[in-house]
């Protein structure tokens, strides 16, 4: 028998990293309903057609697809043997695969947006913390499941909801003293750029390319350019937009030279300026405009978000925008919406990097009492009852033992009381109580117990 394995680009969690990653969770959701957002969860998989076409050509290619049930019936053999050369051919065909594993949390929530659409109170606040199935290359921060922590608000065109979207990720990342810089652009100032270079038709191909500068250089960006039909004047004024430096106040004023009057432009600065107009910043956060920011997907439309952990080797660990028209592609037009995304493996990774993960994080069971015969573990068990009652973790050690071998039991996992109730405590109605952080202990009666203070 062979060994067993995981697919790869997935893993398994123990209870250190389970802790960890429910600390993220937990401050993030806090911060969400600080917010006034409301949560909502969707199926880990959706019908093929609600989520092709959405994310790019490039995104389609690492949807996971799922095989139909009952592909091995006879009757369907022919059938299915064609089908599956339409596969291998790159086609879609519904003899094969009707659904897929969700790719991100954004297009789940407009089609669940387009079908109950009536019944939502506008402006309708949600965030979604769940995880998604990307068919990508693993590697260092990028796993093929992964968890996405998303908070949206649609029905609203009003740029109040991105200052408010950029202040619970100031919140958040203060909270967990990850310091990071909050990149915003926008949209329409990357329209303008392909306005004036080329026409409208090109922006996909423009941020396509301008997504990748971080990863392969402004050289193969421009190569990138020339092979999509840019002529060699639309490629410098593509370089000058990249290279363009300084405060935000003097980027502002060099990208208001590049496109002049471009009425997208204007618009885009317009909205870039509101949001750098708000005190969002915080010792560990502070948000700057980055015209290198693209965001590859295709239905950004207005301000887009990345946010990058500072003084840490890791790529994205948040990202979002507004997409004023989602749940159009849903037959629900003209809908606004805005959203953002935390990467929560990766802030998972720069959390450990830079040991800011509280010591408390990692307690579990709080208080082992020891096993030291049969009256004596059902006097134990009836206390630890009570402490459970009140909220303080307990076991009691599963069987009579050496005592060496229950303290070091409570050792590996980092319990740090243990409660002793032997022969002569339980005659005399107490227990001794040690701490085996300090390495000291005492003996109390058994009806204060449940007032010691485990801390």
Same mark, same amino acid.
């Given at each position: @028998?062979?060994?067993?394995?995981?697919?790869?680009?997935?893993?398994?969690?123990?209870?250190?990293?389970?802790?960890?990653?429910?600390?993220?969770?937990?401050?993030?959701?806090?911060?969400?309903?600080?917010?006034?957002?409301?949560?909502?969860?969707?199926?880990?998989?959706?019908?093929?057609?609600?989520?092709? !076409?959405?994310?790019?050509?490039?995104?389609?290619?690492?949807?996971?697809?799922?095989?139909?049930?009952?592909?091995?019936?006879?009757?369907?053999?022919?059938?299915?043997?064609?089908?599956? #050369?339409?596969?291998?051919?790159?086609?879609?065909?519904?003899?094969?695969? #009707?659904?897929?594993?969700?790719?991100?949390?954004?297009? =789940?929530?407009?089609?669940?947006?387009?079908?109950?659409? !009536?019944?939502?109170?506008? =402006?309708?606040?949600?965030?979604?913390?769940?995880?998604?199935?990307?068919? *990508?290359?693993?590697?260092?921060?990028?796993?093929?499941?992964?968890?996405?922590?998303?908070?949206?608000?649609?029905?609203?065109?009003?740029?109040?909801?991105?200052?408010?979207?950029?202040?619970?990720?100031?919140?958040?990342?203060?909270?967990?003293?990850?310091?990071?810089?909050? %990149?915003?652009?926008?949209?329409?100032?990357?329209?303008?750029?392909?306005?004036?270079?080329?026409?409208?038709?090109?922006?996909?191909?423009?941020?396509?390319?301008?997504?990748?500068? *971080?990863?392969?250089?402004?050289?193969?960006?421009?190569?990138?350019?020339?092979?999509?039909?840019?002529?060699?004047?639309?490629?410098?004024?593509?370089?000058?937009?990249?290279?363009?430096?300084?405060? *935000?106040?003097?980027?502002?004023?060099?990208?208001?030279?590049?496109?002049?009057?471009?009425?997208?432009?204007?618009?885009? @600065?317009?909205?870039?300026?509101?949001?750098?107009?708000?005190?969002?910043?915080? =010792?560990?956060?502070?948000?700057?405009?980055?015209?290198?920011?693209?965001?590859?997907?295709?239905?950004?439309?207005?301000?887009?978000?990345?946010?990058?952990?500072?003084?840490?080797? @890791?790529?994205?660990?948040?990202?979002?925008?507004?997409?004023?028209?989602?749940?159009?592609?849903?037959?629900? =037009?003209?809908?606004? !919406?805005?959203?953002?995304?935390?990467?929560?493996?990766?802030?998972?990774?720069?959390?450990?990097?830079?040991?800011?993960?509280?010591?408390?994080?990692?307690?579990?069971?709080?208080?082992?009492?020891? %096993?030291?015969?049969?009256?004596?573990?059902?006097?134990?068990? +009836?206390? @630890?009852?009570?402490?459970?009652?009140?909220?303080?973790?307990?076991?009691?050690? %599963?069987?009579?033992?050496?005592?060496?071998?229950?303290?070091?039991?409570?050792?590996?996992?980092?319990?740090?009381?243990?409660?002793?109730?032997? +022969?002569? #405590?339980?005659?005399?109605?107490?227990?001794?109580?040690?701490?085996?952080?300090?390495?000291?202990?005492?003996?109390?009666?058994?009806?204060?117990?449940? %007032?010691?203070?485990?801390?």
């Amino acid at each position: @028998m062979s060994k067993p394995g995981l697919p790869q680009g997935t893993r398994d969690f123990s209870a250190t990293i389970v802790r960890k990653r429910n600390y993220i969770f937990n401050t993030i959701r806090s911060v969400f309903e600080l917010y006034g957002f409301q949560p909502l969860e969707t199926p880990a998989m959706e019908n093929l057609d609600t989520l092709m !076409g959405k994310y790019g050509e490039e995104g389609d290619k690492l949807i996971f697809k799922i095989l139909n049930n009952g592909l091995d019936n006879p009757e369907k053999q022919e059938q299915t043997k064609e089908a599956f #050369e339409k596969i291998l051919a790159g086609k879609n065909t519904k003899a094969i695969t #009707e659904r897929a594993l969700r790719y991100d949390l954004t297009i =789940p929530f407009a089609r669940y947006v387009a079908m109950n659409y !009536g019944q939502l109170t506008l =402006p309708f606040k949600r965030y979604q913390i769940q995880p998604v199935w990307r068919a *990508d290359r693993p590697q260092k921060g990028r796993y093929r499941e992964f968890y996405q922590c998303d908070a949206d608000v649609v029905g609203s065109k009003s740029l109040l909801n991105e200052v408010e979207l950029a202040g619970i990720y100031s919140s958040v990342f203060e909270q967990l003293k990850v310091p990071v810089a909050i %990149h915003i652009n926008s949209r329409k100032i990357l329209a303008a750029l392909a306005e004036i270079c080329g026409g409208a038709e090109k922006v996909t191909d423009i941020t396509l390319a301008i997504d990748k500068l *971080d990863k392969m250089g402004i050289d193969k960006v421009k190569e990138e350019l020339n092979k999509k039909g840019l002529t060699a004047e639309q490629v410098q004024t593509i370089e000058k937009y990249l290279s363009i430096e300084g405060s *935000d106040t003097e980027k502002l004023a060099a990208l208001k030279v590049l496109l002049g009057n471009n009425a997208n432009g204007q618009k885009g @600065m317009e909205e870039i300026g509101y949001l750098l107009n708000y005190p969002l910043q915080t =010792p560990n956060s502070r948000l700057q405009t980055d015209f290198t920011l693209a965001r590859g997907l295709n239905y950004y439309t207005g301000i887009i978000f990345e946010v990058k952990a500072i003084g840490v080797q @890791m790529g994205s660990i948040g990202g979002g925008g507004r997409y004023d028209d989602l749940t159009g592609l849903f037959g629900v =037009p003209g809908v606004p !919406g805005v959203g953002i995304s935390f990467g929560v493996d990766r802030i998972y990774d720069v959390m450990e990097e830079l040991q800011v993960f509280p010591e408390d994080v990692q307690l579990g069971t709080q208080v082992l009492f020891f %096993h030291l015969g049969e009256a004596e573990s059902n006097a134990a068990f +009836s206390l @630890m009852q009570q402490l459970r009652s009140k909220g303080i973790r307990s076991e009691l050690f %599963h069987e009579q033992t050496k005592f060496d071998k229950q303290f070091k039991y409570a050792d590996k996992k980092q319990i740090p009381y243990i409660v002793i109730l032997g +022969s002569e #405590e339980l005659a005399a109605g107490t227990c001794v109580v040690k701490d085996l952080r300090k390495g000291d202990q005492q003996t109390i009666v058994q009806s204060a117990l449940q %007032h010691f203070p485990f801390y």
